[in-house]
C-alpha cells in the first residue's frame, strides 16, 4: 500500500509516518519502481502497536526500545511490564499531586468569597494569591 493509503488505515498524517521512520520505530519502506514508498501489513500492525503503547502513556523513546528489543528477535514482554510499573508509578504519584492542587485552589476560591476587592493593595498584586500576612 502506499503511504496515504497506511495513514488512512491508522487514521495518521502521512507526516507522522514520515516522522516515525526518521525516528527509526518504521523500517525504510520499500520503493516502487516511481519511487514511491509502499508498505505491507506488517508496517500496519507496527503503526497500531504505536498508537496502542502511545495511548498508554509510553513515550516514542520507549516504544522504540520495546521495538528494537523485537526485531532483536526478543520477547520484550518484562521490559514492557516495567516500563507500565514505572508509569503506572508516575500517574500515582501524579494524582497525589493534582489531588494537593486541589485542595490549594479551593482554599484559594473559598478564600477570594472572603476578600473585598478594595482592600487589595499595590504590594500585593493580588491578595487572593499574596501569602497570608
Known amino acids: 500500500m502506499l ?8 487514521g495518521l498524517p502521512s507526516q507522522t509516518i514520515r516522522f516515525y521512520e526518521r525516528k527509526g520505530l ?3 519502506p520499500e520503493r516502487g519502481a516511481n ?7 506488517s508496517t500496519l500492525a507496527r503503526l497500531r502497536f504505536v498508537q496502542t503503547a ?11 526500545t520495546i521495538l ?8 520484550p514482554c518484562a521490559h514492557v511490564a516495567t516500563l507500565i510499573n514505572s508509569k503506572l508509578h508516575a500517574v500515582r504519584a501524579r494524582i497525589r499531586d493534582l489531588a494537593l492542587l486541589e485542595i490549594e485552589l ?10 473585598d476587592p478594595d ?15
Open 3 to 10: 503511504i496515504g493509503e497506511l495513514a488512512n488505515a491508522v
Open 26 to 28: 518504521l523500517p525504510a
Open 35 to 41: 519511487g514511491y514508498r509502499t508498505y505491507d501489513e
Open 54 to 64: 502511545q495511548a498508554a502513556g509510553l513515550t516514542l523513546a520507549e516504544i522504540g
Open 68 to 75: 528494537d528489543l523485537r526485531d532483536d528477535g526478543n520477547v
Open 106 to 115: 479551593d482554599a484559594l476560591i473559598e478564600r477570594s468569597h472572603r476578600l
Open 119 to 133: 482592600d487589595c493593595i499595590d504590594a500585593d498584586i493580588c491578595h487572593i494569591i499574596a501569602a497570608p500576612q
